[in-house]
């Protein structure tokens, strides 16, 4: 059984940097995809990064250059290191695991309903942690 248990969220002025935790349970490194998404009130949950089994990496455009995401596979842990924070990233923010193989993995971040609708429904989800970026 899978288990996500996200940390490190808190308030921060624009510019500044927070570093996101996620312990993972029951996931085996290399044969999930590991991602975040976000979810602002009224808006609908968007997908900020994610790393495939083999390591790649891939970012929504609003966050490359400024948000990194990594795991420690001997400690279960994906991260997303925020840098250069704005208050437009002020939002919810989750893990979520999904098997490597699956087409939510593939075409990321997900911008058909089809593709949305298989990390509703299929993927494995933490409770999240807010982010407040204050100006």
């Known amino acids: 059984q899978v288990q996500l248990v996200e940390s490190g969220g808190g308030s921060v002025q624009a510019g500044g940097s927070l570093r996101l935790s996620c312990a993972a349970s029951g996931v085996s490194y290399g044969t999930y995809c590991m991602a975040w998404f976000r979810q602002a009130p009224g808006e609908n949950r968007e997908g900020v990064a994610l790393?495939?089994?083999?390591?790649?990496?891939t970012y929504t455009d609003s966050v490359k250059g400024r948000f990194t995401i990594s795991q420690d596979n001997a400690k279960r842990t994906l991260f997303l290191q925020m840098n250069s924070l704005k208050p437009e990233d002020s939002a919810m923010y989750y893990c979520a695991a999904e098997k490597d193989d699956r087409p939510a993995c593939l075409g990321f971040p997900p911008e058909t309903p089809q593709l949305r609708m298989a990390w509703v429904f299929e993927a494995q989800w933490g409770q999240g942690t807010q982010v407040t970026v204050s100006s």
């Open positions: 790393i495939r089994g083999d390591g790649t990496t």
